[in-house]
């Protein structure tokens, strides 16, 4: 019996362990500190006759870091003279998983967007393991280049589609995304040299063959209504309303500059108001011109101050808004299909009011109504573009656009963005624990 002293705790146990278990094999660690299994036979003659032969010692960087001494038994047959070392898979299977733990920690972090190097870096400092950079990159791309764009079988016939634009060494490169409105699941994420229609065409046809098409989410490009409706007939459009929100706050500071006037800012948020609910933002812009009437002079220098501080509350109002939405996990109301007729009938009659440019995106607005208004007649239908917007900002963050170096590398991360997203597991992947579990056994076997 032995005692092992840690921190004024005590620990007895027996150096001559009765035996542990491998995946598949018994074995024992004999009082000179040899493991063996617990039956031994000649691998050749399958017999029982033979003496002990010595032993050779483990030699592996994770055993001498821990101040072990593991001794594999060697054996020889009296029978057939062969010589045979004991089956060390269960001494091979701790050190696999603690690479295997590292090789993760490596992945996993240039996954996040780490550096190869600062990769390497982090794991020397945190897990004593040194690898070259060059190792990790290699290592990176063959487990990426092993991922495969997956190909369904079903959907629910209402797609996203949007583009974005990568720089490769300098060039542009462009990627076409079809996102599934109603599963969230990526029907694909594709690299091409351009975005033309004969292009776009291509994509969609061999990513949607043989499954439903029913309606398409896009942004305000002219090309797409003809463009889908030569693929798929019966198809359905519904144009982001987000995107018709940017074109009519874009053409206000068109016209008037980054501070319009109190009246044309509650002018835009009557158009906003047409297909979500901005009630607290237009009753917020009344109490506004009210306390400009009361407190505008002759001179208009001064004007134009009060003006700019009535902005600057209203600014602070909205950006209010938005963190309480956020904190109680909330959208902005939708407006219902009869809600926007009753708003738009109004804008409609008081079109004169507008700034001309607005005058033209409102006639805008009437001509396409049911481009607009489909997500209010169909619940499967989201008003805008944001969820594969979402997708774009969650796969490549702003500063991988500079880092492709070949379009080699833009499409294995592209499909590992898709497969991920999608919920596959890109890397195999060694816990810690486990790791720990076993080197335990290796240190109750062979105490230092």
């Given at each position: 019996m032995k005692s092992l002293e840690v921190n004024n705790i005590s620990v007895e146990y027996n150096t001559r362990l009765s035996g542990f278990l491998g995946e598949t094999k018994q074995y024992v660690v004999s009082i000179d500190g040899k493991i063996k299994t617990i039956h031994v036979a000649c691998p050749k003659c399958k017999r029982t006759c033979y003496v002990d032969n010595g032993y050779h010692l483990v030699e592996d960087g994770l055993i001498r870091e821990c101040g072990l001494t593991i001794r594999i038994a060697q054996f020889w047959c009296k029978k057939c003279d062969a010589y045979w070392s004991?089956?060390?898979?269960?001494?091979?299977?701790?050190?696999?998983?603690?690479?295997?733990?590292?090789?993760?920690?490596?992945?996993?972090?240039?996954?996040?967007?780490?550096?190869?190097?600062?990769?390497?870096?982090?794991?020397?400092?945190?897990?004593?393991?040194?690898?070259?950079?060059?190792?990790?990159?290699?290592?990176?791309?063959?487990?990426?280049?092993?991922?495969?764009?997956?190909k369904f079988s079903s959907a629910s016939g209402v797609y996203y589609y949007d583009e974005q634009y990568l720089k490769v060494n300098g060039e542009e490169t462009c990627r076409l995304v079809i996102k599934d409105c109603v599963t969230g699941k990526v029907i694909v994420d594709v690299q091409t040299s351009d975005a033309k229609k004969e292009t776009i065409k291509k994509v969609m046809q061999i990513a949607l063959e043989g499954l439903p098409v029913d309606v398409f989410i896009v942004d305000m490009k002219r090309q797409y209504p003809e463009l889908i409706h030569e693929l798929f007939q019966n198809a359905k459009i519904q144009w982001c309303i987000f995107h018709l929100y940017k074109l009519i706050w874009k053409e206000l500071q068109d016209e008037f500059g980054k501070n319009p006037p109190l009246c044309q800012l509650y002018n835009v948020y009557t158009l906003f108001n047409t297909f979500f609910d901005h009630s607290l933002e237009l009753a917020k812009l009344e109490e506004l011109l009210k306390r400009f009437e009361t407190l505008k002079t002759e001179d208009a220098k001064s004007n134009k101050e009060i003006e700019q501080m009535l902005r600057?509350?209203?600014?602070?109002?909205?950006?209010?808004?938005?963190?309480?939405?956020?904190?109680?996990?909330?959208?902005?109301?939708?407006?219902?299909?009869?809600?926007?007729?009753?708003?738009?009938?109004?804008?409609?009659?008081?079109?004169?009011?507008?700034?001309k440019k607005l005058q033209k995106r409102i006639e805008y607005i009437k001509e396409n109504w049911n481009k607009f208004t489909l997500f209010q007649r169909d619940t499967r239908v989201e008003p805008t573009n944001n969820g594969v917007e979402h997708y774009f900002a969650t796969t490549l963050a702003k500063t991988d656009k500079k880092d492709f170096r070949s379009k080699a590398a833009v499409t294995r991360e592209l499909t590992a963005a898709q497969a991920e997203w999608n919920g596959q597991k890109l890397f195999s992947t060694t816990k810690l624990t486990e790791v720990l579990s076993l080197v335990g056994l290796l240190f109750l076997a062979f105490p230092p």
């Open positions: 004991t089956d060390r898979a269960l001494i091979d299977n701790v050190i696999q998983k603690q690479k295997g733990f590292v090789k993760s920690l490596l992945l996993g972090c240039a996954r996040a967007g780490l550096s190869f190097d600062k990769s390497t870096k982090l794991v020397e400092e945190t897990v004593g393991t040194c690898y070259s950079s060059q190792y990790v990159y290699e290592l990176y791309v063959k487990a990426l280049e092993q991922i495969k764009q997956e600057k509350e209203f600014s602070k109002f909205v950006k209010e808004l938005k963190k309480q939405r956020r904190r109680e996990h909330k959208k902005v109301p939708r407006r219902t299909l009869e809600e926007s007729e009753k708003t738009f009938a109004t804008i409609l009659q008081q079109n004169t009011l507008y700034p």
